[in-house]
């Protein structure tokens, strides 16, 4: 089946400690996203690709950098970690950019801070 | 002013009953209207999506959408245990980005 795949399911990381959580897509979709989701609240766009066009939210920290080599795989790194990182992340794909497009998640990887 | 505003809840029907959850929208120039639903500790995944004002059915679910009032509802008819969930109310305008509601949390007694 055709999806949207996020490794790890968790991840723990330490204060400060460089981390990189991937996604990857067999649904051949141009458009990736990475968003953060804390408890009780709304997702919030991070970040997304149209195809090797990268677009970062005005308000995404700089701590938060993203990676696509190809059209399967994109990935989010979290330079120096702090404890408000803590959150789902979750990726997910569009077919592409028209407005009724609707988005695909994968699974999320719930990240925990220490 | 949130962009999308969704009453948290726990919104508690028995089962078998209608639930109706509400959803309220700030961009005028919002084009498509879209209703996740979230296990807990899971992430998203589509029931409905509403393009133009009225109603859409799909199975036990309705989308009602009020573009004048900026308002988007889902009813869910003849609700399920398994229907416990939070639904998240999502809006997109021209471009790419899907601006989310916090969700409203959905209990279904059995």
């Known amino acids: 089946d055709a999806m949207v795949i996020q490794n790890p399911r968790y991840q723990v990381t330490q204060f400060g400690k460089p981390v990189t959580l991937s996604c990857s897509q067999t649904?051949?979709?141009?458009?990736m996203y990475w968003y953060q989701q804390k408890s009780s609240q709304a997702p919030k766009l991070l970040f997304h690709?149209?195809?090797?066009?990268?677009?970062n939210e005005a308000d995404t920290p700089d701590n938060f950098q993203s990676r696509r080599p190809n059209t399967s795989f994109c990935f989010l790194d979290i330079r120096s970690p702090g404890l408000g990182d803590a959150a789902m992340y979750l990726c997910?794909?569009?077919?592409?950019?028209?407005?009724?497009?609707?988005?695909?998640f994968g699974s999320g990887t719930q990240l925990s801070v220490l | 002013q949130k962009e999308v505003e969704q009453n948290s809840g726990p919104l508690s029907v028995p089962e078998g009953a209608i639930a109706s959850l509400n959803c309220t929208y700030s961009?005028?120039?919002?084009?498509?209207f879209f209703w996740y639903r979230q296990y807990s500790g899971k992430s998203p995944e589509l029931i409905m999506s509403i393009y133009s004002n009225g109603d859409k059915e799909d199975g036990r679910f309705t989308a009602q959408l009020n573009k004048a009032s900026q308002y988007v509802s889902l009813l869910i008819r003849d609700s399920q245990p398994s229907d416990s969930a939070t639904y998240l109310c999502a809006v997109k305008g021209g471009g790419f980005k899907t601006i989310f509601g916090a969700g409203t949390r959905l209990f279904v007694k059995a």
């Open positions: 961009d005028r120039g919002s084009q498509s």
């Open positions: 997910a794909t569009s077919r592409d950019a028209g407005v009724n497009e609707k988005l695909f």
């Open positions: 690709y149209y195809d090797k066009d990268f677009n």
């Open positions: 649904l051949n979709h141009n458009v």
